[in-house]
């Protein structure tokens, strides 16, 4: 492991926790970066499916697989932020907010593409899905240049990525897998 997963390892109180948030994050990403590349494909107008109720329908499946991702990684995830037990809670974020480029107007997209899902809960779903990518980016590329987060950071960049995405991003998947 030379990537994210060897962030959260390293700073793991048990290999077992660690061994679990990594196994999860990795269904999050995945996940995420399905659903995401999803809805680029229809923004580059690629009509795939090929029916408006397959596009549907795949859109449902791809928020229904972020939401059960996300859902597993409640449990292993508080576990992890219990046991890191940062030395100082003075910690900072390590990730960044959405960049101008996932910023994206979904009504007209999805409107050609058939589909029928709230753009208001689209964009505000692949937003959080494009920071959690980014972030465990981050991290990889933290890792790779030996400019690792403290502990106390890393805390407070998990425990805000949390916060988000079992709040409303959960609630907003669970709209659009209906």
């Known amino acids: 492991m030379s990537g994210w997963d060897s962030v959260i390892e390293g700073n793991a109180a048990s290999g ?8 999860q994050l ?13 809805l680029e494909r229809w923004g580059r107008g690629e009509a795939m ?3 408006a109720g397959g596009r549907q329908a795949a859109l449902r499946h791809a928020a229904d697989r ?10 292993p995830l508080s576990r992890y932020l ?7 809670a003075e910690g900072r974020s390590w990730y960044g907010g959405p960049g101008a480029g996932e910023l994206v107007e979904w009504r007209p997209i999805l409107d050609r593409a058939g589909v029928r899902a709230c753009p208001n809960r689209v964009a505000a779903v692949y937003l959080e899905l494009a920071v959690l990518v980014r972030a465990l980016e981050g991290l990889t590329t933290a890792a790779s240049l030996d400019a690792l987060p ?14 988000t995405l079992l709040g409303s991003t959960v609630d907003d998947l669970r709209a659009l897998a209906a």
């Not at 990795?26 to 399905?34: D, G, V």
Request: with cysteine.
């Open 26 to 38: 990795r269904a999050c990403e995945a996940a995420s970066l399905a659903f995401c590349r999803l």
């Open 82 to 88: 219990l046991e890191l037990e940062p030395e100082r």
């Open 16 to 23: 077992l926790t660690a061994a679990r948030l990594i196994g």
């Open 150 to 163: 403290d502990r106390s950071s890393l805390w407070a960049g998990l425990f805000d990525l949390q916060d």
């Open 66 to 75: 972020v939401e059960t991702a996300i859902a597993g990684l409640e449990q």
């Open 49 to 51: 499916p090929a029916t």
